[in-house]
């Protein structure tokens, strides 16, 4: 009988079992993979399988991330008596065909199953390697199918890492001697496909747990595998008074609770994981489990299984890295570096190399003393800190930034993310095509956030093409590719309806390009202005608000859950809908990217979206409708219009074009033509 490629529903259950079983008949390779992990991606369409007369020989389980443009494969499993006839082949073709809009397949593979035939085969290519975190520390190999679209946007994305501590319990599942009942959730973080996504870590009171044991032998290995995790060293002061306020949350929030050592033991773990600026703890134990809502209320700390890790984790990895709405309430402040002030930064940022100590605070110097105008640029916490650094000129129509520097800070990631934003909307005001991070050691934090933004390597620095077009797939290309051809690099040829997924990528790559006639929605939407205010400072407040807001790239905004063929990703124009009965103060005040739309209830929304946002749980349930449940829109990247657009200059654009649009429309969240976008978008950068 003929193989079929079927993507499995979650109503098909029959067929999970079957792929679950197949899995599990190839643990030693494959890793184990619980049956809630093959559930979750029949649930994401991420569980292909192959069947023929009735029986599951073969499959492909893969992620979809929501955040990157790739697909990420986990396993591909075809059954021993079964090999040789193209299974693999076609469950890869499989994913191709359904998933066309992707950048394409990424797959780690251990080095000593010398299967790097298999994957050339497939047409897999070498991408770099990782030592795996298994008991053995194997090598393994990365391989990368790319799914033909440009090569510029292959390198724009890293792989996300989630910092997790651990438990003594979990950490005795995936280290200890002796195995112990359950065990195998825990070693799942083990396996080979998170080795770059997931870091464990372990705080002091895991190492007190350690040095308890009885058992000499079992105390001395499990001392020895601490090596294999980060260690973390959060401040003594800071974990007693953490501590405190647990245990007595906990003491009020679950009755008959007593302060025992047990309590004591599981709410360090917590503390310990707070004050070390984390957010994930995982543990199996039930009575740290029962902290779960004190934990998140007293300390942000989600307490969570080893099994919701590899489920979630990059909603857990967002959550805990990207988190805008801590800046909210501080006073970040930016001011020039004054002369003479160049020594006292040296201890701030870190340098490496010939770039350090004295040297590092020559160069600084030396920004303020010859022919070229240089700006430096040092930008201060609320309690004074220095936590970024940065040095700019224009020169022609490039940007050059011979410094970027980034200071240790819980928001570190954060920041490094904003300046490079920053940096090209300061390009854009310039005129500038081009920014050129040339400092020879900039900031981790900031190369590995670069490549999201479209930099690449280019003579020894970093280089962006800034595209400020918004038009055709034609003048987009037109303008990239003369910019491509002064760096002597590849031009990237554009095509008409290019998928919505590439052209979000491509947008963000090329900001602020627009390309119009590409399958990329536009969406209208109302907001009160004061959502307007505190999101994005128009209308302006009275009083000068902190800048926190302004540092942040992403926020979500709640409305009711009835739909308007909402999809994403999307482009939005943000329109302050209360005003006068003339429409005066009514306006089209920017733009942004949609990122996800996720209907739930109030709660729900708010637990997974409270980092991101500036509404209350109170206010998150009043923007929901009968059905209980509300709309989040999560979104990134707003661009303020220096010139806002009426209502009746919105009015007399879309007429003007004789498109299909009225005012009435503006009630809700409604869908727009490109043509419009195009037309508000350039009227609110006009400058005449």
């Known amino acids: 009988m003929a193989i079929k490629l079927v993507s499995v529903s979650p109503a098909q259950e029959e067929l999970i079992a079957k792929a679950i079983a197949l899995g599990d008949r190839y643990t030693k390779r494959l890793g184990l993979l619980t049956p809630p992990a093959y559930e979750k991606a029949?649930?994401?369409?991420?569980?292909?399988?192959?069947?023929?007369?009735?029986?599951?020989?073969?499959?492909?389980?893969?992620?979809?991330?929501?955040?990157?443009?790739?697909?990420?494969?986990?396993?591909?499993?075809?059954?021993?008596?079964?090999?040789?006839?193209?299974?693999?082949?076609?469950?890869?073709?499989?994913?191709?065909?359904?998933?066309?809009?992707?950048?394409?397949?990424?797959?780690?593979?251990?080095?000593?199953?010398?299967l790097s035939g298999m994957w050339r085969s497939l047409g897999f290519v070498p991408d770099g390697e990782v030592r795996g975190r298994g008991r053995d520390g194997e090598i393994l190999d990365g391989w990368w199918l790319d799914l033909g679209h440009p090569d510029l946007f292959t390198e724009m994305e890293s792989d996300a890492l989630l910092v997790v501590t651990v438990d003594h319990g979990v950490f005795a599942d995936l280290r200890g001697l002796t195995d112990t009942t359950g065990a195998e959730e825990s070693r799942a973080l083990e396996a080979g496909w998170m080795a770059d996504l997931v870091e464990l870590a372990y705080t002091p009171q895991l190492v007190h747990q350690i040095r308890d044991l009885t058992d000499t032998a079992e105390r001395q290995h499990q001392q020895a595998a601490l090596t294999g995790l980060s260690k973390l060293s959060p401040g003594s002061v800071a974990v007693e008074e953490r501590t405190r306020e647990l245990v007595q949350a906990?003491?009020?929030?679950?009755?008959?609770?007593?302060?025992?050592?047990?309590?004591?033991?599981?709410?360090?773990?917590?503390?310990?994981?707070?004050?070390?600026?984390?957010?994930?703890?995982?543990?199996?134990?039930?009575?740290?489990?029962?902290?779960?809502?004190?934990?998140?209320?007293?300390a942000r700390v989600r307490i969570v299984s080893p099994s919701t890790v590899t489920l979630h984790v990059d909603e857990l990895r967002q959550a805990q890295v990207y988190r805008p709405a801590d800046l909210m309430g501080t006073e970040f402040r930016s001011a020039e570096v004054a002369p003479g002030a160049e020594d006292e930064l040296v201890a701030f940022f870190e340098q490496s190399g010939g770039d350090d100590g004295s040297a590092f605070a020559e160069r600084l110097r030396s920004l303020n003393e010859g022919a070229i105008a240089w700006r430096r640029e040092l930008l201060r916490d609320g309690q004074g800190r220095p936590v970024a650094l940065y040095a700019w000129s224009l020169d022609g129509r490039t940007l050059v930034v011979p410094v970027l520097r980034t200071a240790s800070h819980p928001l570190e990631e954060t920041l490094a993310r904003q300046l490079l934003f920053l940096l090209k909307r300061l390009g854009r005001e310039c005129g500038a095509e081009i920014v050129r991070i040339s400092d020879p050691h900039p900031s981790e934090a900031a190369r590995s956030a670069a490549g999201d933004d479209g930099f690449f390597e280019h003579d020894g620095g970093l280089v962006a093409l800034l595209v400020n077009v918004c038009g055709t797939a034609a003048e987009v290309e037109a303008v990239a590719g003369g910019l491509a051809r002064e760096l002597a690099v590849d031009a990237t040829v554009l095509d008409?309806?290019?998928?919505?997924?590439?052209?979000?990528?491509?947008?963000?790559?090329?900001?602020?390009?627009?390309?119009?006639?590409?399958e990329l929605p536009s969406f209208m939407v109302p907001i009160k202005p004061r959502w307007s205010t505190e999101l994005f400072n128009v209308p302006a407040m009275l009083i000068a608000r902190s800048d926190a807001l302004g540092i942040s790239r992403e926020h979500v905004y709640y409305r009711s859950s009835q739909r308007r063929g909402e999809s994403v990703p999307a482009r939005l124009l943000w329109y302050v809908s209360d005003g006068n009965s003339t429409g005066e103060g009514q306006m089209v005040v920017g733009s942004s990217r949609l990122d996800e739309v996720l209907i739930d209830t109030p709660d729900t929304l708010f637990s997974k979206f409270e980092h991101l946002g500036v509404y209350g749980r109170a206010e998150v349930e009043n923007a929901a409708d009968a059905s209980g449940h509300a709309m989040a829109l999560r979104f990134s990247d707003t661009e303020i219009f220096p010139k806002p657009v009426t209502l009746r200059r919105l009015t007399s654009l879309a007429r003007g074009r004789g498109l299909p649009w009225s005012p009435g429309s503006l009630i809700s969240l409604s869908k727009i033509s490109s043509e419009l976008f195009q037309a508000v978008y350039q009227e609110g950068h006009r400058t005449t």
Do not use: N
């Open 42 to 114: 029949a649930e994401d369409g991420g569980l292909l399988v192959a069947v023929e007369a009735g029986e599951v020989i073969g499959y492909a389980l893969f992620g979809l991330p929501k955040r990157s443009a790739r697909i990420r494969l986990a396993h591909l499993c075809v059954a021993a008596e079964e090999r040789g006839r193209g299974i693999a082949g076609r469950l890869v073709e499989g994913i191709k065909e359904r998933h066309p809009q992707r950048l394409g397949i990424k797959v780690k593979c251990r080095r000593d199953y010398e």
């Open 250 to 298: 906990a003491m009020q929030a679950i009755p008959g609770l007593s302060a025992d050592p047990a309590l004591l033991r599981g709410v360090r773990y917590v503390a310990e994981t707070s004050c070390a600026g984390l957010q994930v703890l995982a543990t199996r134990d039930p009575l740290l489990s029962s902290l779960t809502d004190v934990a998140w209320e007293v």
């Open 496 to 518: 008409v309806g290019m998928p919505a997924e590439v052209t979000a990528v491509l947008e963000r790559a090329w900001w602020p390009a627009k390309v119009i006639d590409s």
